[in-house]
């Protein structure tokens, strides 16, 4: 049987983390800093617990390059799919706050009806969420927000397959998208898992004016944190589950711009919302609650967040200039295997359009000999003997997908490529 260090794991997720942190994780297990206690077993309201989801925001915002000064970094339950809803939920919440403040302004002597009556009509009016749709996570995120919130308030800013065939695998041109005036947010999935989709950068058309105004965006950066620079200060949220490049299954992080927050922004009360016939968040996603107790409203899987903040200190000594230093790694690992598939067209075919490749899920179809079924079934058996594991596609679209996240070495890469390379000559 191969040892762990013979392995070289392509899975999209959970994504294999460093043998390094996983053994001071599994000692950290038994006895956590000589206090006879593994860290799984002390309270979550230790001061012990306090340090580690400290040092862990701290050093996420050293690594990515953000201000916790203006950034409230959240470690919520949930995963990203929890986030679908957190982030509709808080969002249409602090928009419903704004306006009821502009109403009482505007409407100073009125009662309570007839304020209630004002805002009611501008919520059946104006109250718009957009959704980018341009694969399977962005569409399933759409499809939960018309599920919570109601398919009339959800705009859908571009569908993706309208431009590729009935497929993902494009980004459609900023030029047809349809946004909403003053949404309550723009959501966008960054990088796609299934479909091997990723934006090269931050929409041009959803960057901020000059002076700071803009749409308020929202993304699920779930696979592909951690591996490139961001420009943090044009999104007021960020969300992503942890067991991509960040740590272990068990915990998703929000990064909130802090003027969603008490005491810019409260969220309404139950009754308001009622009033209004809008959803009620469950109050473990309530971004203003989860942030007051400094995330530990309930019981937080403190052990996840050690190995976040485990895996994020040894980032930050490889790259003494954070994300940087990754971003290059990241992109030479992509461009090795990428360059190794586009060399044989007669063997394999990449499936996204070039402009959208993702550089953490690289997706391809092997087109070999005709029989693509046949001819996948054989570059698995054979990558797999060679212990080059985890490389079959989505059971949702089929073929191969190599997932280059941080985890994987430069050597990893090369070893694909070399692999990809001699199974087409073959």
């Known amino acids: 049987m191969p040892s762990r260090a013979d392995i070289t794991y392509f899975g999209a997720g959970p994504a294999a983390l460093p043998t390094d942190v996983l053994e001071t994780a599994a000692q950290a297990l038994l006895d956590y800093q000589g206090t006879g206690l593994g860290i799984a077993e002390h309270s979550h309201r230790s001061e012990l617990a306090a340090n580690i989801i400290n040092e862990a925001k701290a050093d996420l915002a050293t690594y990515l390059d953000f201000s916790p000064e203006q950034y409230e970094v959240l470690f919520m339950q ?8 957190a982030s509709m939920y808080n969002l249409v919440g602090a928009w419903v706050s704004r306006q009821h403040a502009a109403v009482q302004k505007e409407l100073q002597s009125a009662d309570e009806a007839q304020v209630l009556a004002a805002l009611r009509q501008r919520v059946e009016s104006g109250l718009k969420v957009d959704y980018i749709v341009t694969g399977s996570w962005s569409l399933k995120a759409y499809q939960e927000a018309q599920r919570l919130l109601g398919p009339e308030y959800v705009n859908l800013v571009c569908d993706a397959r309208t431009v590729n065939d009935g497929k993902f695998g494009k980004i459609p041109d900023e030029s047809t998208w349809k946004l909403s005036k003053d949404a309550a947010y723009v959501y966008f999935c960054d990088n796609e898992t299934v479909d091997g989709v990723e934006f090269p950068s931050f929409p041009k058309i959803l960057e901020p004016k000059e002076d700071g105004t803009g749409p308020i965006v929202v993304a699920d950066m779930s696979s592909n944190i951690l591996s490139r620079r961001i420009p943090v200060n044009n999104y007021s949220l960020l969300f992503f589950g942890a067991q991509k490049n960040l740590g272990s299954t068990g915990i998703a992080v929000a990064i909130l711009k802090k003027t969603f927050l008490p005491p810019t922004v409260s969220q309404p009360s139950p009754a308001l919302l009622r009033k209004l016939a809008l959803p009620i968040p469950p109050i473990v996603l309530q971004y203003e609650i989860i942030a007051k107790n ?37 992109e030479n690992k992509a461009e090795l295997i990428y360059a190794a598939l586009e060399a044989h067209p007669e063997a394999y075919k990449i499936v996204p359009d070039k402009a959208a490749r993702s550089k953490m899920n690289i997706c391809f179809r092997v087109t070999k000999g005709g029989n693509v079924d046949e001819a996948e079934k054989a570059f698995l058996k054979k990558s797999t003997a060679l212990n080059l594991t985890g490389l079959k596609g989505h059971r949702s679209v089929g073929g191969i997908r190599a997932s280059n996240y941080n985890s994987i070495p430069l050597e990893g890469a090369e070893k694909l490529a070399r692999f990809i390379d001699e199974f087409a000559k073959a």
Do not use: M, R
């Not at 949930?78 to 809803?85: H, K, M, N, P």
């Open 294 to 330: 400094n995330s530990l409203y309930n019981t937080l899987s403190i052990f996840d967040v050690y190995i976040a903040g485990q895996v994020l200190k040894k980032l930050l000594a490889t790259y003494p200039n954070g994300v940087d230093g990754q971003q290059a790694v990241a």
């Open 78 to 85: 949930g995963g990203g799919t929890g986030e679908f809803a």
